[in-house]
């Protein structure tokens, strides 16, 4: 039975997703033991998404249905927080999948820590029609524990590890200050300040603690206008902006600025037909070496076959002009750029103000 005092929200944005919905709740709803409070936010379905959120409601009475209008995922995950009486609140993306055991594990680092602020977790991406089993083993994890949010911030950062996506971790509801208000990329500003206002936190190391599911009709694969890509350039130079006011090491921050810039980068790819090729080739030139930065210029030595194979997989998977071609695989070879000196000025080239 459900106990009446509520200690985790699980909070899920729902919109057309009669295909995937039955999987995720499913996944959230096999601990029963657990004071657990789910609320499911139908943003407009025009499918069969709210009449299954409806036959699940009728039989787990911790599950609370929120209707709205199609307002978009930001909007729904505000209701979601404002309708919650959690102390600690998870974010699920309707497609994806929780391992069911993830959440014993957080009841049981909240015993031994009480004034635990954020519980973050590894995860793992799968293809749709994969299929995943939300009671896999968590055996064998490992923890780390840290003083302050800004810390594991770090840790995650210098090791490439950090996505800025809210579903990665549970977090104390007084770290919710900043809601969820752009369209695209929403993420990122509202987990870099939860993040970062956290005290005690817990890094859980288990790639099984949750499922997240690529799927072709997904936001991240699908081309965006140019109304929407200068809403994710406000976003990316607001976090940049914040990110060097945090207690971090040059590396840490340099990692954060080369990862905007290549979510800008890749968005770019994507923006819609009309945004002006001399313009979107100009920026692929000069933004393709940030993507590159990752592999090639933190390495200490240089692989050229191994850099080479992952331009050609770059340049396969993102249309972009020969000259910007040839750019890419001279750095990937001699990790230089003809333009730039990256080594000595590489703060002010992973910088978004230029554009």
């Known amino acids: 039975m459900i106990n009446k005092t509520v200690r985790l929200t699980i909070i899920i944005p729902c919109y057309n997703v009669e295909d995937y919905i039955e999987d995720c709740l499913i996944s959230v709803t096999k601990d029963d033991t657990y004071p657990l409070e789910i609320i499911c936010i139908d943003d407009g379905s025009t499918d069969n998404t709210l009449l299954i959120l409806e036959q699940y409601q009728s039989k787990f009475s911790n599950i609370k249905i929120i209707k709205q209008p199609n307002l978009g995922v930001s909007q729904a995950r505000n209701k979601g ?21 993830l959440l014993k594990e957080f009841r049981y680092y909240l015993k031994l820590i009480p004034q635990l602020d954020l519980f973050y977790f590894d995860y793992t991406s799968f293809k749709d029609g994969e299929m995943i089993s939300c009671m896999t083993n968590l055996e064998n994890s490992k923890t780390k524990n840290f003083i302050s949010g800004v810390d594991l911030l770090n840790h995650l950062l210098e090791r490439r590890n950090y996505s800025g996506v809210v579903w990665r971790f549970i977090f104390h509801r007084k770290l919710f200050t900043e809601k969820f208000i752009e369209k695209n990329h929403e993420d990122h500003s509202v987990s870099l300040s939860i993040i970062s206002k956290a005290k005690l936190t817990n890094y859980y190391i288990n790639k099984n603690s949750y499922f997240h599911r690529v799927r072709a009709s997904s936001l ?136």
């Open 81 to 101: 927080v404002e309708c919650s009486s959690g102390d600690y609140i998870l974010f699920i993306d309707s497609d994806d999948i929780i391992n069911h055991n």
């Open 220 to 355: 991240s694969e699908q081309y965006i206008d140019d109304s929407n890509l200068k809403t994710l350039k406000r976003v990316l130079e607001h976090c940049i902006t914040e990110i060097n006011t945090l207690q971090l090491s040059d590396n840490a921050k340099r990692n954060y600025i080369c990862a905007m810039n290549i979510t800008y980068l890749e968005s770019l790819l994507r923006s819609d037909k009309t945004f002006q090729k001399q313009i979107k080739n100009e920026i692929i030139k000069e933004l393709g070496l940030l993507k590159l930065m990752i592999r090639v210029y933190n390495s200490k030595k240089c692989n050229p076959i191994r850099n080479i194979f992952y331009i050609l997989k770059f340049v396969k998977k993102n249309p972009c002009t020969f000259t910007a071609k040839k750019i890419l695989l001279k750095c990937a070879i001699t990790k230089k750029y003809p333009y730039m000196n990256i080594e000595k000025d590489y703060k002010y080239y992973s910088s978004l103000n230029k554009f």
